[in-house]
């Protein structure tokens, strides 16, 4: 969270998040194996340097962040049966979607990882309902547009699981959701409808999308 925020603090002193545009492929990847070395050496607690290279001022803050999802998923790896929640995980990237769906692809490698990773989500969103709701009030219909899209387009249909229930949430209370006429714009813009996605996926955005077509 810190790595993506502003190194200014808001008027209350919280932190600000900041946008960071998505740094090219061969960067990320670059970054990625540039920085095993150091997180090696500082488990066994040793000062680190990191390479200049990569770590150059023009995309310093994206490099950190890929060093934090890099950390994250050892740590998941390490660390799973443990965890009492991800969805804290995933909030913390901001808008950074690019640099979440970069963690989501490597937990996604190993299956049991993989599983519990979704399984943490979907007890976390069935158990929030009412704070997630809250928050994406807060956060507006763009931020929950691609959050939605990040997961429903994820190759992995358990994966995908995490935004169909979000989704149906949403649904469910659209009372309180003002901004879902909104969503539904945005799904179109990003002609969800047309990417194979699975039925389950198609059916539950085909279901939404109806809802607002009709008025």
Known sequence: MILGSSNFLGKRGHLRPVFLREPPLD????????????????????????????FSPDL????CLIVAVQAIQQMVFCDL???????????AFGSNFW?????LDH????????DGTVNLM?????????????????????YVGEFLCLFLTCRHQKMQSVGLLS????TENLHVCPWAKHLCNFFHNARLKNLPLGAA????????TSLFEKE
């Open 167 to 170: 989704l149906s949430i949403i």
């Open 107 to 114: 937990l996604s490698c190993d299956e049991n990882v993989l």
């Open 99 to 103: 640099a979440l769906r970069l963690l």
């Open 122 to 142: 979907l007890r976390d969103l069935h158990c929030q309902k009412a704070t997630m709701l809250k928050l994406w009030q807060n956060l507006g219909p763009l």
């Open 60 to 63: 310093h803050q994206e490099a």
């Open 201 to 208: 996926a198609h059916h539950e955005i085909s279901k939404f």
């Open 27 to 54: 960067f990320q990847k670059g970054v990625l194996a540039a920085s095993c070395g150091p997180l090696k050496e500082l488990k066994a607690k040793i000062n680190v340097s990191l390479p200049p290279s990569i």
């Open 81 to 91: 049966p443990y965890l009492t929640s991800f969805l804290e995980i995933a909030l």
